[in-house]
């Protein structure tokens, strides 16, 4: 057991390293984009790609697969680094990030990229299309989980909320939801935006099992993640992830906090290589 | 109070009245019976609602069939965005609210989660214009101008039960995302006088007239043609062409008819001036470069009174007997 929970660590290590790689490659592409997120949420992606999910990377509108929705449709750039490490979509495809008549918007849209369950950018819409493919999976019999990825902004959304209440009402057991926490929006710090706390008190109001981790502790979330699969339990299950915008690249995590984190034109090749140094330690 | 003579009876602001007039013929519930029909073989069929079944007729396919029956509570974003999200999952959801929720409130999530991914939602929406005296909270007078606005969206509106109980299959035939005007409770049965079947997609002519043609939509049709039977007596001859697709438009029927030597061409829709069926037809006439005499029979782009029925289609032109007299002063 010892082996196994090691061993699924190094690889989703692996994956988190990779996906901070392949995300910074992109946003050297456009010489922008939302690297500061995508290095935060990372880890968490990994170990839904490199860990829970259950695919077909060759057919990724297979019936059997969980379903993971990418309601906060900026964070594309990190999603798409996960579809590459999930081999979704081929890593050299990265070089046409952003461009014009690319399968990769900088906003996530599911009419262009393989792997892309919902349209986002139009934030708080992915719980309450959740609750319905949760529905609807349990209605065919279907086992599958939907996973439904949201940003600490659509709390503010109250669609955000009239999902929660509803997927409680109806049992949902097949639905997970993942919060980033990084506490950054449009107008500055979440907390000043709109507070939300006590984030896990009002979730579990609403009905839910509530985990919250730190999102940049593989271990924790890997926790979580399993935790939330194995429950019985027939309730919809929330993971609520602190995470670090900029985690992994020092010069980034302490730069000053905005929506879209500043990175100078050298700074691309910089950060890649903060990356592989300590990769390169790490193993 | 010593008088002993009876009460006039009041008339009414009620959130529910019957668009019916005294002795109609009416059928009970044409949707909820049709969805409930069609839906004995089409296991895919599933019906959603927000807090409003009992008043869309959706409570019948909930009793009927209560595992494909899905309460969404008063949460229209939601209930539209789980349609969406049961659509995607392979099912064909009727989803059912009033107009003005559905679509003033819900708009976004009709937009984006729905059209932009042309997934097959049929939004089933009652109340729509002026079919209730409540006031504009309840009054969707603008409801086909936002639908029309959204790419992919087809839009129709059933003129009675007959309209109705035959637009229930071919809507959930086609591919896509539909809004229908739901009428509800007892509906006025009144096409199969004319020898007609709905075709979505397709404009029909009701009855052929040499001086008028009323191209009209929903419950207006039902007025065109009490109009027609009306100026008869005045040796006005009114044509009436029933459009009961919004979007897509059948414009070359229109076209073929409204081309038309010598007749005054009147569009008239259970809806605001703005972005109709009025507005659609007459871009339609001005780009084929086909220029009758035009006029507009429609609500006014303002906030409506609340009130009751005949009174509000009295005071907006809408009755039988204001639409008669408003097409007679046209002609002169």
């Not at chain 2, 029925?309 to 002063?329: C, F, Q, V, W």
Request: charged share 20%.
């Amino acid at each position: 057991m010892q082996n196994n929970n090691s061993s699924v660590h190094a690889r989703v290590a692996e994956g988190a390293y990779r996906i901070r790689r392949f995300a910074l490659q992109m946003g050297e592409v456009q010489g922008q984009g939302y690297v500061g997120q995508a290095l935060g949420y990372a880890d968490v992606l990994a170990t839904a790609y490199c860990h829970a999910l259950n695919l077909r990377p060759e057919d990724p509108t297979w019936e059997g697969r969980d379903r993971f929705l990418l309601s906060h449709g900026h964070y594309a750039i990190a999603f798409y680094a996960a579809l590459i490490e999930a081999k979704i979509i081929p890593e050299e495809e990265l070089e046409t990030y952003g461009s014009d008549d690319s399968r990769l918007p900088m906003s996530g849209m599911a009419t262009y990229t393989p792997g892309m369950e919902m349209s986002g950018g139009s934030l708080g819409q992915g719980l309450p299309i959740a609750v319905g493919m949760a529905l609807g999976l349990r209605l065919k019999g279907n086992p599958a989980f939907v996973y439904n990825s949201m940003s600490d902004g659509e709390l503010d959304e109250g669609s955000t909320w009239e999902a929660a209440m509803s997927a409680a009402h109806h049992g949902l057991g097949n639905l997970i939801c993942l919060v980033d926490i990084n506490n950054q929006q449009a107008d500055g710090p979440s907390s000043k935006v709109m507070g939300f706390e006590p984030l896990a008190d009002k979730w579990a109001a609403f009905g839910w099992h509530v985990q919250r981790v730190d999102g940049n502790d593989l271990a924790a979330v890997i926790k979580a993640f399993d935790t939330a699969r194995h429950l019985t339990e027939a309730k919809p299950r929330v993971i609520l992830c602190d995470t670090l915008m900029g985690k992994g690249v020092p010069f980034l995590e302490t730069r000053e906090k905005n929506h879209f984190i500043r990175v100078d034109q050298a700074e691309w090749q910089q950060a890649l290589n903060v990356l592989d140094q300590a990769q390169g330690a790490a193993q | 109070m010593s008088t002993t003579a009876k009460k006039p009876r009041l008339t009414t602001s009620a959130m529910i009245a019957s668009i019916a007039s005294e002795g109609q013929r009416v059928q009970a519930a044409p949707f909820g019976k049709a969805l409930v029909e069609l839906a004995a073989n089409r296991p895919e069929i599933v019906g959603l609602t927000a807090d409003l079944a009992k008043y869309t007729d959706l409570h019948l396919f909930g009793q009927a069939y209560p595992d494909r029956f899905f309460q969404m509570g008063m949460a229209e974003q939601l209930l539209m965005a789980a349609a969406g999200g049961m659509a995607k999952e392979g099912f064909v959801p009727f989803a059912t609210t009033y107009a003005v929720f559905g679509t003033r409130r819900a708009y976004d999530f009709v937009h984006q989660v729905i059209a932009e991914e042309n997934l097959n939602v049929k939004l089933c929406c009652a109340l729509p214009g002026l079919t209730t005296g409540y006031g504009p909270s309840h009054q969707a007078t603008e409801d086909i101008a936002l639908m029309r606005g959204i790419p992919g969206m087809t839009i129709v509106d059933p003129c009675d039960a007959l309209d109705t109980e035959q637009a229930v299959a071919q809507i959930a035939d086609h591919n896509g995302p539909v809004y229908m005007r739901l009428l509800r409770g007892n509906v006025p049965l009144v096409l199969d006088e004319y020898g007609y079947s709905f075709e979505l997609g397709k404009a029909k002519m009701l009855r052929d007239g040499r001086d008028v043609l009323v191209i009209s939509s929903g419950i207006l049709t039902m007025r065109a043609l009490e109009v027609a039977k009306a100026l008869e007596a005045d040796k006005v001859d009114v044509g009436v062409l029933h459009v009961p697709t919004i979007k897509p438009l059948d414009v070359a029927t229109i076209l073929r008819e409204a081309g038309r030597a010598g007749r005054l061409v009147v569009v008239a829709e259970n809806h605001s001036t703005v972005g109709g069926l009025g507005e659609a037809v007459a871009t339609a006439l001005l780009t084929a470069g086909v220029t009758p005499q035009f006029r507009q029979i429609a609500l006014p782009d303002a906030f409506l009174d609340a009130g009751a029925l005949p009174t509000l289609h009295d005071r907006y032109g809408i009755s039988t007997e204001a639409m008669s007299a408003t097409i007679k002063g046209w002609l002169g």
